[in-house]
C-alpha cells in the first residue's frame, strides 16, 4: 500500500507542478509573443479548463496519500520530522493559492470573455500568471524539500 502511496504522491506532484511549469516557462511566452488578446485569452481560457480538473485531482491525491505516508509512518503530527511538516505547511498554502485562482480571477476571467470585456479579461489573466508564478516556486521548493528531506531523514535515522 505503502508503494502505490508514494507512486501516487509523485505522480500527482509532477502533474500539478510539471504543468505549472510547462504554461509558466513555454506556454506564457510564446503565447504573448504569438497571439493578439482576442486570441490569446480564449487560449488561456481552453489551457486552464482542461488543467485545473487535473490539478483538483492532484491536490485530492497529494493530501490522501500524504497524510497516509504520515500517519503511517510517524503516528502522529507530533512525530512528523520537520521537512514533512514545512512541506504540509507549503502544500496546503498552495492548495488554498490554487482556490483563490479557481474562484476568483479564473472565474472572472470566464465571465469576462464571455461579455468581451477583453482588458478586464487580460488584468485576470495577469493574476492568475503572478498566482502561478508563486506557486510554481512553492512546488519546487516542495519538491526539493521532499527528496532532500526524506533523504536526509534516512541518514540520520538509518
Given at each position: 500500500?505503502?508503494?502505490?502511496?508514494?507512486?501516487?504522491?509523485?505522480?500527482?506532484?509532477?502533474?500539478?507542478?510539471?504543468?505549472?511549469?510547462?504554461?509558466?516557462?513555454?506556454?506564457?511566452?510564446?503565447?504573448?509573443?504569438?497571439?493578439?488578446?482576442?486570441?490569446?485569452?480564449?487560449?488561456?481560457?481552453?489551457?486552464?479548463?482542461?488543467?485545473?480538473?487535473?490539478?483538483?485531482?492532484?491536490i485530492?491525491?497529494?493530501?490522501?496519500?500524504?497524510?497516509?505516508?504520515?500517519?503511517?509512518?510517524?503516528?502522529?503530527?507530533?512525530?512528523?520530522?520537520?521537512f514533512?511538516?514545512?512541506?504540509?505547511?507549503?502544500?496546503?498554502?498552495?492548495?488554498?493559492?490554487?482556490?483563490?485562482i479557481?474562484?476568483?480571477?479564473?472565474r472572472?476571467?470566464?465571465?469576462?470573455?464571455?461579455?468581451?470585456?477583453?482588458?478586464?479579461?487580460?488584468?485576470?489573466?495577469?493574476?492568475?500568471?503572478?498566482?502561478?508564478?508563486?506557486?510554481?516556486?512553492?512546488?519546487?521548493?516542495v519538491v526539493t524539500?521532499g527528496?532532500?528531506?526524506?533523504?536526509?531523514?534516512?541518514?540520520?535515522?538509518g
Amino acid at each position: 500500500m505503502m508503494t502505490l502511496a508514494i507512486s501516487l504522491h509523485v505522480l500527482s506532484a509532477v502533474i500539478w507542478v510539471g504543468g505549472m511549469f510547462f504554461a509558466w516557462m513555454a506556454l506564457r511566452p510564446v503565447a504573448a509573443n504569438l497571439l493578439e488578446p482576442p486570441l490569446r485569452l480564449p487560449l488561456w481560457r481552453g489551457v486552464f479548463g482542461k488543467f485545473f480538473p487535473w490539478v483538483w485531482l492532484s491536490i485530492i491525491s497529494l493530501l490522501g496519500t500524504g497524510y497516509y505516508m504520515a500517519f503511517t509512518l510517524f503516528g502522529s503530527t507530533a512525530n512528523f520530522p520537520h521537512f514533512v511538516l514545512i512541506m504540509q505547511g507549503l502544500g496546503i498554502l498552495m492548495v488554498l493559492l490554487f482556490m483563490h485562482i479557481f474562484f476568483a480571477p479564473y472565474r472572472r476571467m470566464k465571465q469576462a470573455i464571455d461579455a468581451g470585456d477583453l482588458p478586464t479579461a487580460g488584468k485576470k489573466l495577469g493574476q492568475i500568471r503572478m498566482i502561478i508564478g508563486i506557486n510554481l516556486i512553492l512546488g519546487l521548493v516542495v519538491v526539493t524539500i521532499g527528496v532532500a528531506g526524506d533523504s536526509l531523514f534516512h541518514l540520520v535515522n538509518g
